[in-house]
C-alpha cells in the first residue's frame, strides 16, 4: 500500500459528489471565480433520525452564490437528488442538507474494507509532512511513575494515528540532563556510593532522591573507581556521579518504555545545546537578539500574582509579548546560567532546522502555564513557518477496588510505571490511559481493569476481536473451504452476497465500520488518539449486540446452518469488524487477541 495514495472512503465520496454539484451550480450560476469548497464538510448527523450524512455547503457558500442559505440548499438537494448513490434529500432549518444514502451503498463500502483488509482507514491527508512528536521527556532523575505513563502512551498513540493517517512521524524524548535537578542527582548518587563502600549514610537528607533505586548506581560507580572518589572535591567527583546516574537512569527509563512497547526514534540531550564549540543556546540568543527580539531590561511586578521567574533586576529578556504572550521572559538567571526558557528555545530552533514544521509537545498538567510563551518562541525563531501544538495530559489517580494506591517502596515517593504494567499488563494500561481525553484527570483503577465485563473497555474491545475468530472457527461447519488467514479469509469473502445484509442492527453495523476512516482523519487532524478509543468501544458494542440478538432472533444469526450464502455475507460484516478492530488497536498500540485466556 505504500507505493499509492488509499483508496477513497465512503465519507470522501459523498463529499467529492457535493463538492461536483455545488461545482455545476457555480457554473450554471456564474458564481465568483476560485470558489473554496474547503470549507464544505460531509459529516454523520447529529440526529440520526435525519439521515446518514448531512453537509454544511450552502451555509457555507451562500454568501459566494449571492443566495440565501435555504434556497441554495434546495439547488445543492435538487442535483444531489439526481446522484445514484443517494436515496432522498432533505432540506432543515436555515440550510441544512441531509443525505440518506441507498443500502448498496453500505455494501460497497463492507467490499472496500474487505478488499483493504487492516490498510482500511490509513488516509494520505499527512501527505507525507513530516512531524515531530516529543513526548515522555521524563527527568532522568529516576523510575517512570504512573503519570509519565499517561504522557508516554499518548504520544506513542499519536505518533502512531499520524503516521497511518500519512505523515511522516520522528518520534522524540528530550533528556532534561543539564539543570540543577541532575546535580541534585548527583550528589545522590554520591551518597549512595559512600553507601556502597560500607559508610553508614544513615536518613536521606531533604533535597535529595530517597528512593532505593539508586543504590545500583552507587555500587557500580564502586565497581568502577574503587574508592578513588572519596578522596576528591564535588567539583572533580560531580560530573563523573552525573554522567553515570544519567546514563543508568536513562537506560531503566528506556526499559520502562519498552514494558509499554515505546520506543523513540531520537533521544535528544540538552546538555548537547551548551557544549563547548557548539553552544547552541548563545547561538539562538544571538539569532534572536540580530532580529529585536532580545532586549536588556526590566520586568515590572505581576499584576496577578507572583510569576516564578521575575526578578526586579536588569536582565536579558525574550520580546514574547511581539509573538502573543503576556510577557516577555528571561533568558538568563542571576548568575549568568541559561534559564530553561532559553535552552527550550534553542531545542525547538533545532528541530526547526532538523525540516520539522508541524511540532506537537505532550507535556505533564504543571505545564500549561508555559504554553503560550514556548508557542511565542517557536514563532519568533522560524519567522512563524512551524506550528508547535502542546497536548497537555492531566493526572492519573491509581486506584485499587476504589481506594488510592500506596506509594512505592523502591520509588520512595510514587508508584513506578513498571509496577503498574507488571500488575495488570501494557494492553490495558494502554487503553485505558486512551480511553479518557488526555486533558481530563483519569482514575485507573488497577482492579477494574482485570474484569471481563462490558465495564471494562479493553475486555470489551479485545473480547470482539476474539469473539469474530470464534465465530470464523465455528462457521467452517456450513462454510469449510472458509480460509484461516485474515487477508486470504476477507479477499475470499469479498464475493459473499453482502447486498443480503437488510436487517437494521446489520446496516448500523455497517454503516458504524465505514465511519472508521473518517474517525481516523478527524483524530489525526485534532491529535487526539482518544477518538480512536472511544470509537473501538463503539464498535465492539454494537458488534457484542448484534451477536446476542441472535441468540434470541435466530434468523438473525451470523451463522445460519442451511443458508452458506447468508452465512457468508455475515462473515464477511464479522470480517469487517474483526479488520477495523484489530486496525485501531494496533494505533493505540494494544494487541488484538484469536481468543480470551
Known amino acids: 500500500m505504500a507505493d499509492k495514495s488509499p483508496p477513497q472512503h465512503l465519507f470522501a465520496d459523498v463529499l467529492a459528489r457535493v463538492h461536483a454539484a455545488c461545482s455545476a451550480l457555480a457554473t ?14 460531509v459529516e454523520p448527523p447529529r440526529d440520526v433520525s435525519h439521515g446518514d450524512m448531512a453537509t454544511n455547503a450552502a451555509m457555507v457558500l451562500a454568501k459566494e452564490a449571492k443566495a440565501k442559505p435555504r434556497d441554495l440548499a434546495e439547488q445543492v438537494a435538487a442535483k444531489l437528488r439526481a446522484d445514484e448513490l443517494i436515496a432522498s434529500v432533505d432540506v432543515a432549518g436555515p440550510g441544512f442538507i441531509n443525505l440518506t444514502l441507498k443500502p448498496k451503498a453500505w455494501a460497497n463500502e463492507l467490499r472496500t474494507l474487505l478488499r483493504e483488509s487492516t490498510c482500511y482507514g490509513r488516509s494520505a491527508i499527512g501527505a507525507g509532512e513530516k512531524v515531530n512528536v516529543e513526548y515522555v521527556s521524563a527527568n532522568p532523575t529516576g523510575p517512570m511513575h504512573v503519570g509519565h505513563c499517561r504522557g508516554a502512551v499518548f504520544g506513542d498513540a499519536l505518533a502512531s494515528l499520524l503516521t497511518f493517517a500519512g505523515y ?63 578522596a576528591v572535591p564535588e567539583s572533580a567527583w560531580l560530573p563523573i556521579m552525573r554522567n553515570k546516574a544519567v546514563a543508568m537512569m536513562m537506560e531503566e527509563i528506556e526499559g520502562d518504555l519498552a514494558a509499554l512497547n515505546i520506543k523513540h526514534d531520537v533521544f535528544f540531550s540538552e546538555r548537547s545545546l551548551i557544549e563547548t564549540g557548539n553552544n547552541k543556546v548563545a547561538q539562538t540568543i544571538d539569532f534572536l537578539r540580530s532580529k529585536g527580539d532580545v532586549y536588556e531590561g526590566r520586568l515590572p511586578p505581576p499584576k496577578g500574582g507572583p510569576i516564578e521567574d521575575y526578578e526586579d533586576r536588569e536582565q536579558t529578556l525574550f520580546r514574547a509579548t511581539a509573538y502573543g504572550d503576556d510577557v516577555d521572559r528571561p533568558l538568563l538567571k542571576s548568575d549568568g546560567s541559561y534559564t530553561y526558557f532559553a535552552s527550550d528555545i534553542a531545542y525547538h530552533k533545532d528541530k526547526f532546522d532538523r525540516g520539522f514544521r508541524d511540532l506537537v509537545d505532550v507535556w505533564g498538567a504543571d505545564h500549561g502555564g508555559y504554553i503560550k510563551r514556548m508557542q511565542a518562541a517557536v514563532k519568533a525563531v522560524t519567522a512563524g513557518k512551524a506550528s508547535l501544538d502542546v497536548k497537555i495530559v492531566q493526572l492519573v489517580k491509581l486506584l485499587r477496588h476504589g481506594e488510592p494506591v500506596k506509594m512505592s517502596k523502591r520509588s520512595g515517593d510514587f508508584v513506578t510505571l513498571r509496577e503498574v504494567v507488571d500488575e495488570v499488563g501494557s494492553d490495558a494500561v494502554r487503553f485505558m490511559m486512551l480511553f479518557r481525553k488526555n486533558d481530563a484527570v483519569l482514575d485507573f483503577d488497577l482492579a477494574k481493569v482485570l474484569e471481563q465485563s462490558k465495564d471494562n473497555p479493553v475486555f470489551y474491545v479485545q473480547y470482539g476481536h476474539a469473539r469474530g475468530h470464534s465465530i470464523f472457527k465455528n462457521a467452517r461447519e456450513v462454510v469449510p473451504e472458509l480460509p484461516e488467514e ?90 469487517g469488524v474483526v479488520s477495523v478492530l484489530a486496525s485501531g488497536l494496533a494505533i493505540l498500540g494494544v494487541n488484538a487477541p484469536t481468543e480470551m485466556r
Not at 451463522?559 to 447468508?566: G, R, S
Open 28 to 41: 450554471e450560476g456564474n458564481w465568483p471565480a476560485g470558489i473554496d469548497l474547503s470549507r464544505v464538510v
Open 486 to 575: 485474515g487477508r486470504t479469509r476477507a479477499a475470499y469473502l469479498e464475493n459473499a452476497p453482502v447486498e443480503r445484509l437488510t436487517a437494521p442492527e446489520e446496516i448500523e453495523l455497517l454503516k458504524r465500520l465505514a465511519l472508521y476512516p473518517r474517525t481516523v482523519e478527524a483524530a489525526a487532524s485534532a491529535h487526539e488518539p482518544h477518538r480512536i478509543a472511544f470509537y473501538l468501544y463503539d464498535l465492539a458494542s454494537e458488534f457484542h449486540a448484534l451477536w446476542t440478538r441472535g441468540r434470541d432472533l435466530p434468523y438473525l444469526r451470523f451463522i445460519i446452518n442451511n443458508d452458506a450464502e447468508i452465512t457468508k455475507a455475515r462473515l464477511a460484516m464479522v470480517q
Open 168 to 230: 511522516g512521524v520522528a518520534r522524540e524524548y528530550y533528556i532534561n540532563d543539564a539543570g540543577a535537578q541532575v546535580d541534585v542527582l548527583a550528589r545522590s548518587a554520591h551518597l549512595r556510593y559512600r553507601e556502597a563502600l560500607g559508610e553508614n549514610i544513615g536518613a536521606i537528607p531533604d533535597g535529595l532522591y530517597p528512593g532505593d533505586y539508586l543504590k545500583p548506581v552507587g555500587q557500580a560507580l564502586v565497581a568502577e573507581h574503587g574508592d578513588k572518589l572519596t
